[in-house]
């Protein structure tokens, strides 16, 4: 697989060309950014955890039937990934309220919520990411309904496997963002990453922060929840 030329450079990630028209590779950065970009930072050694924490997650999903970009790993920041266009559409999952739920709903960060929530936000870093819900997606013509379906079912899907997962290692799904694209083919399949910087974990006993959260709002030990999710996931085995 030969890296040709860069396609886009996002806020945490590169994405490049490669000799196969197909695919893509994805690069990790250590750069952070929160407030849509308001607050800068590095996270030293994000790049790589994110990159082997997402692998591990993608094919955990694949095993349990959920389509995603991811193929392989080919080194400490990189994968090989199928390629797509991305939906506008992030998809967020909620099953505990913190963030910016707790406070539009004005509920104190840590209720359970009685059942999952699924969010919609337009994908746009000029209007600052604004919530849609299904009615924007078809005025706006972001997804077909047939799209829309796959996206939501797929969402919910990852989030109980991720959550009876996470369950086993002592974790709390808080909430999290997926990204999906369109294949050549027309399908709808899992794309961006899953990583500490777009999911919310709790520790299961003490309720600490072991994510990106860290970052935003300054409260220290950032790289250490980053391995302590790695840890979890790997029990240290790899
Ligand atoms: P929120 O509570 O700030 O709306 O975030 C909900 C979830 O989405 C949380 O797990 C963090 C993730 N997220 C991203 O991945 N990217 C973003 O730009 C934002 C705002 C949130």
Redesign the pocket.
Known sequence: MEKREQLYEGKAKIVYRTDDPERYIVYYKDDATAF?GLKKGTITGKGELNNRISAHFFALLEEHGIPTHFEKLLSPREMLVKKVTILPI?V?V?NIA?????KRLGLAEGTPLARPVL?F?YKSDALG?PMINEYHVYALNLASAGELRALSDYALKVDSILSAYLAERGLEL????LEFGRTAAGRVILADEISP????FWDKATHEKL??DRFRRDMGGVEEAYQEIWRRLTGGTE
């Open positions: 849509n992030e967020v909620r913190a963030g910016s739920l707790a969010e936000y990411d808080v909430d999290f963002k910087d777009t999911c919310r994510d990106k």
